[in-house]
């Protein structure tokens, strides 16, 4: 290590110090932190005693995320260390101490059903019950000019960028293995969680899991994350956003549904005695999902895209014409704009907007074949869409107050979101949140 890790070992080794005394620091590190393409690594640094202190690059076949490389640093500085010497861990992660010390008995006893990195939490505290002395867990505060704490992080930044991984045992010795939960410490939605985890390493079930056409869906909303916010996400982070909390109960379903090719359109019906079902009756191509919501020429799809492409005038950003791919992944929408920072306001208003005209495009679609109403009139097309967008901004205002508890929607959020779209906004109350009358701009009438 350089002159720089020299002069931190002199600058906090203290000569009266017992010799069998070890104080260790402590950090994790992530970059890119969520996507598919992270990369986590790990840094222990000791002062009085170099030869512990390490760069380690989490290998791939643990969770690349800051929390891995937290605990892991942690596991690997315990094991680092003489198990006779009483040991002090440094880190500035309150998650991975808490989940060592005050958590442990709790997660123990429900057999860490629902804990996220508990395989790592698991062996971490089987290493420390092998050492003989006392182990310490100190919280220190991040980038505050602790030399320990900022040589770790040093350090953990190497490691994520070292060419190659460095082996992790995770193996945990059969005596210190604890297994199943205590049933006295369990809860109903407990139990139902630890029956879904079982049922999941099941090869039937991870088969059903495997489903060509979910794949397929969840790559492509891979692509459209990427396309649109420069970033790829992990598939777990595709899932979660299916729930974001900008989509109404009724998108969820559907995007959920559609992910998983669950709607009965197209091929569907070829296996029955009306296969003309699967056909647009306007295009005259199988109707799958993406013609429905990006490719069909019949009245609605372009018209309602086009409302959202001319309400969006007024925003700083730039409108982009969602692709299936970002239908599919617009809950992860990061718009930026002209210094490169991500602008909330209008990537909530993306989502909504998104959101909103793909699900109406659908009712529309079903309006017309199941419901056999025909093609809905360019009129009936915008009176529908400006009920469902003003709809969702009386929603909002309506979620400021506080009586609605964990729903609630933050005041300057809606604002952001809304206030360079409404219809006469110059002539608006200081606080227009609270005028039941407050509307959108009529499309074309914006700017």
């Given at each position: 290590?350089?002159?720089?890790?020299?002069?931190?070992w002199?600058?906090?080794?203290?000569p009266?110090?017992?010799q069998n005394y070890i104080d260790?620091?402590?950090d994790?590190?992530c970059?890119?932190?969520?996507?598919d393409?992270?990369?986590?690594?790990?840094?222990?640094?000791?002062?009085?005693?170099?030869?512990?202190?390490?760069?380690?690059?989490i290998?791939?076949?643990?969770?690349?995320?800051?929390q891995?490389?937290e605990?892991i640093?942690?596991?690997?500085?315990v094991?680092?260390?003489?198990?006779?010497?009483e040991?002090?861990?440094?880190?500035?992660?309150?998650?991975?101490?808490?989940?060592?010390?005050?958590l442990?008995?709790?997660?123990?006893?429900t057999?860490?059903?629902?804990?996220?990195?508990?395989?790592?939490?698991r062996?971490?505290?089987?290493?420390?019950?092998?050492?003989?002395?006392?182990?310490?867990?100190k919280k220190?505060?991040?980038h505050?000019?602790?030399?320990?704490n900022?040589?770790?992080?040093?350090?953990?930044n190497e490691?994520?960028v070292?060419?190659n991984?460095?082996?992790?045992?995770?193996?945990?010795?059969?005596?210190?293995?604890?297994?199943?939960?205590?049933?006295?410490?369990?809860n109903?939605?407990m139990?139902?969680?630890?029956i879904?985890i079982?049922?999941?390493?099941r090869?039937?079930?991870q088969?059903k899991?495997n489903?060509?056409?979910t794949?397929?869906?969840?790559?492509?909303a891979?692509?459209?994350?990427?396309?649109?916010?420069?970033?790829?996400?992990?598939?777990?982070r595709?899932?979660?956003?299916?729930?974001?909390?900008?989509?109404s109960?009724?998108?969820?379903?559907f995007?959920?549904m559609?992910?998983?090719?669950?709607y009965?359109?197209?091929?569907?019906?070829?296996?029955t005695?009306?296969?003309?079902?699967?056909?647009?009756?306007?295009?005259?191509?199988?109707?799958?999902?993406e013609h429905i919501?990006t490719?069909c020429?019949?009245?609605g799809?372009?018209?309602?895209?086009s409302?959202?492409?001319?309400?969006?005038?007024?925003?700083?950003?730039?409108?982009?014409?969602?692709?299936?791919?970002?239908?599919?992944?617009?809950?992860?929408t990061?718009l930026?704009?002209?210094?490169n920072?991500?602008s909330?306001?209008?990537?909530r208003?993306?989502?909504?907007?998104?959101?909103e005209s793909?699900h109406?495009?659908w009712?529309?679609?079903?309006?017309?074949?199941?419901?056999?109403k025909?093609?809905?009139s360019?009129?009936?097309?915008l009176?529908?869409?400006?009920?469902?967008?003003?709809a969702?901004?009386?929603?909002?205002c309506?979620?400021t107050?506080?009586r609605?508890?964990c729903?609630k929607?933050?005041?300057?959020?809606v604002i952001?979101?809304w206030q360079d779209?409404?219809h006469?906004r110059?002539?608006?109350?200081?606080?227009?949140?609270?005028?039941?009358?407050v509307?959108?701009?009529?499309?074309?009438?914006?700017?």
């Open positions: 290590m350089g002159e720089k890790s020299n002069d931190l002199i600058s906090e080794w203290d009266d110090r017992p260790v620091y402590t994790g590190s970059d890119k932190n969520g996507d393409d992270a990369s986590a690594g790990a840094g222990i640094f000791c002062a009085h005693d170099p030869g512990i202190s390490r760069a380690i690059r290998p791939k076949s643990l969770k690349q995320t800051n891995t490389g605990i640093a942690i596991k690997e500085a094991e680092g260390t003489h198990p006779k010497h040991l002090t861990i440094c880190s500035d992660s309150r998650t991975a101490l808490d989940g060592l010390t005050t442990r008995q709790k997660w123990e006893d057999g860490y059903i629902g804990v996220e990195n508990a395989d790592e939490f062996v971490t505290t089987a290493r420390l019950r092998t050492r003989k002395a006392i182990s310490t867990m220190v505060k991040a505050v000019g602790i030399k320990g900022e040589g770790a992080d040093r350090l953990a490691g994520r070292k060419p991984e460095d082996a992790i045992d995770m193996v945990i010795p059969g005596h210190l293995c604890l297994t199943g939960a205590k049933l006295r410490c369990m109903q939605s139990l139902y969680k630890a879904k079982q049922k999941m390493k090869p039937q079930q088969k899991l489903r060509r056409a794949l397929e869906n969840i790559e492509r891979k692509l459209g994350a990427l396309t649109i916010s420069g970033k790829t996400p992990t598939t777990k595709i899932w979660c956003s299916l729930r974001h909390k900008d989509f109960r009724q998108f969820r379903y995007l959920w559609t992910i998983h090719n669950g009965m359109i197209g091929r569907f019906w070829d296996r005695e009306e296969p003309w079902k699967g056909t647009c009756a306007f295009c005259g191509v199988e109707e799958t999902m919501l490719e020429r019949g009245p799809m372009e018209e309602i895209w409302l959202c492409e001319d309400l969006w005038r007024n925003k700083k950003t730039e409108w982009i014409r969602p692709s299936f791919n970002e239908i599919m992944s617009c809950g992860l990061e930026k704009d002209s210094r920072n991500i909330k306001g209008d990537s208003l993306y989502r909504i907007l998104v959101s793909a109406l495009i009712k529309l679609r079903n309006a017309r074949v199941i419901q056999g025909g093609f809905p360019t009129e009936e097309i009176n529908k869409w400006r009920y469902q967008i003003n969702r901004l009386r929603t909002d309506l979620l107050n506080s609605y508890g729903k929607v933050k005041k300057t959020m952001k979101t779209i409404l006469d110059d002539d608006l109350a200081e606080d227009w949140t609270k005028d039941k009358g509307l959108v701009s009529r499309g074309a009438d914006v700017g």
